[in-house]
């Protein structure tokens, strides 16, 4: 696994390199997917470099990535092994200019995920991780924040693009901001996830797609945070590529998190 995670790492900065210099030395050209969503001509870019080099070296596994192959009833397939790639997570962000990117990438075998990688190219921070192995930063050892209570918790979310199913994320968020110390929307749910494992946040929820947060959540359970959700998995589904629902956070304050956000979804 360590050699695919060296391969991983490896597409994920050559990734960040072209999605750099798409932004700096370029004019972004954009366009909309489903009317609503934001993808620009470096997402492409980088989904096909990266693409092409898992078909190359692995010809018989199969990827599931957000901009050329978004097929979700791939994260059920469990007989082959399987890529889940995000070229650019946080594509408004790096739109705007902001330095909140991401490129995720992340290996799958029987739908358990294996490796994971999250490099953030403006910072030049990589996160990585391999099961069992534990999760690094730039080569360094990290863990959750050991938050032990709500009230001094910091917690991360995200909203959708389409804005017709508001009103139990806003019930859900009403609840997290009267019960934690503080709400922070960083714009990717990948470093979101990250931002936990290394304990620069405490909590993160959010229904994203297994792109999003595949890779990133082995980085954080690997740091030590616990991670699941406050619905349920679909019998037959593989939990590890299940996004509806999804909350990681520091063990001690995970049970009661689930509650406010259950209680808050009823």
């Not at 490796?115 to 999760?135: I, K, L, Q, S, Y």
């Not at 595949?214 to 590529?241: N, Q, T, W, Y």
Request: aromatic share 8%; charged share 25%; glycine share 6%.
């Amino acid at each position: 696994m360590h050699t695919i995670a060296d391969f991983a790492e490896q597409l994920a900065r050559e990734a960040g390199d072209l999605v750099r210099h798409e932004r700096e030395n370029t004019t972004l050209r954009t366009d909309y997917k489903d009317q609503t969503e934001l993808v620009t001509h470096a997402d492409l870019m980088a989904d096909q470099m990266i693409t092409d080099a898992i078909r190359k070296r692995f010809p018989d596994h199969r990827i599931l990535s957000e901009e050329s192959q978004p097929d979700r009833a791939q994260a059920q397939d469990l007989d082959s092994p399987l890529w889940i790639i995000d070229p650019i997570d946080g594509t408004v962000n790096y739109a705007y200019g902001h330095h909140q990117v991401a490129v995720s990438i992340a290996y799958a075998e029987k739908g358990r995920v294996q490796v994971g990688v999250v490099h953030a190219p403006f910072v030049n921070e990589t996160f990585r991780a391999v099961r069992g192995g534990g999760a690094t930063l730039n080569g360094e050892s990290i863990e959750h924040s050991g938050a032990t209570t709500p009230r001094d918790s910091l917690f991360a979310t995200g909203f959708p693009y389409t804005k017709d199913k508001l009103p139990p994320l806003v019930n859900r968020l009403d609840a997290m901001i009267h019960k934690c110390r503080d709400l922070r929307r960083i714009g990717s749910a990948a470093l979101d996830i990250c931002w936990v494992a290394c304990g620069r946040l405490d909590i993160y929820y959010e229904s994203v797609s297994p792109w999003d947060f595949a890779a990133g959540r082995l980085i954080a359970l690997e740091a030590g945070a616990r991670a699941g959700h406050f619905s349920e998995v679909p019998e037959g589904h593989p939990e590890d590529l299940w996004g509806q629902d999804l909350l990681i956070s520091a063990p001690a304050i995970y049970d009661e998190i689930r509650m406010v956000l259950r209680s808050a979804s009823a």
